[in-house]
């Protein structure tokens, strides 16, 4: 059993050095917190950088609504952020990614799917930080 147990994590460490291979972007995560002045003792929230130049891959894929008009089916694009599993950005969090000569600022829209060899995140495209 140990040798199947070990046979699976190399396996899994072979898988996640190509997935790694793949990340052509880098990215930057902000999140929202509360920060006290150990001054003044008044709490404010404020963006704060959590991650900084973290390899990363944004993926593009359209997906076709369930609801149709007689002219044409509505598609909507899902964006998803691929990096290592190592990480944990939360929900809501500000997320600035370069790749391909293009820096375009979204927000984490969902909970991480997250597997040995890398996560998933579904992003959105950011208007408050536009």
Same mark, same amino acid.
């Given at each position: 059993? /140990?040798?199947?147990?070990?046979? @699976? !994590?190399?396996?899994?460490?072979?898988?996640?050095?190509?997935?790694?291979?793949?990340?052509?972007?880098?990215?930057?995560?902000? %999140?929202?917190? !509360?920060?006290?002045?150990?001054?003044?003792?008044? &709490?404010? /929230?404020?963006?704060?950088?959590?991650? %900084?130049? /973290?390899?990363?891959?944004?993926?593009?894929?359209?997906?076709?609504?369930?609801?149709?008009? %007689?002219?044409?089916?509505?598609?909507?694009?899902v964006t998803k952020?691929?990096?290592?599993?190592?990480?944990? @950005?939360?929900?809501?969090?500000? @997320?600035?990614?370069?790749?391909?000569?293009? &820096?375009? &600022?979204? %927000?984490?829209?969902?909970?991480?799917?997250?597997?040995?060899?890398?996560?998933?995140?579904?992003?959105?495209?950011?208007?408050?930080?536009?």
């Open positions: 059993m /140990e040798m199947i147990a070990d046979a @699976i !994590k190399q396996a899994q460490a072979l898988a996640r050095k190509a997935q790694e291979a793949t990340y052509d972007g880098r990215c930057t995560v902000m %999140e929202h917190q !509360k920060l006290k002045d150990p001054k003044t003792r008044i &709490t404010t /929230e404020k963006d704060v950088v959590v991650l %900084e130049d /973290e390899p990363c891959r944004l993926s593009y894929s359209s997906v076709s609504a369930v609801d149709q008009t %007689e002219s044409a089916a509505k598609t909507a694009q952020l691929f990096l290592s599993p190592d990480v944990q @950005i939360k929900p809501g969090a500000k @997320i600035t990614v370069t790749q391909a000569g293009r &820096t375009r &600022t979204y %927000e984490c829209g969902s909970v991480a799917a997250v597997y040995p060899t890398h996560q998933e995140i579904v992003l959105q495209l950011s208007e408050r930080y536009a």
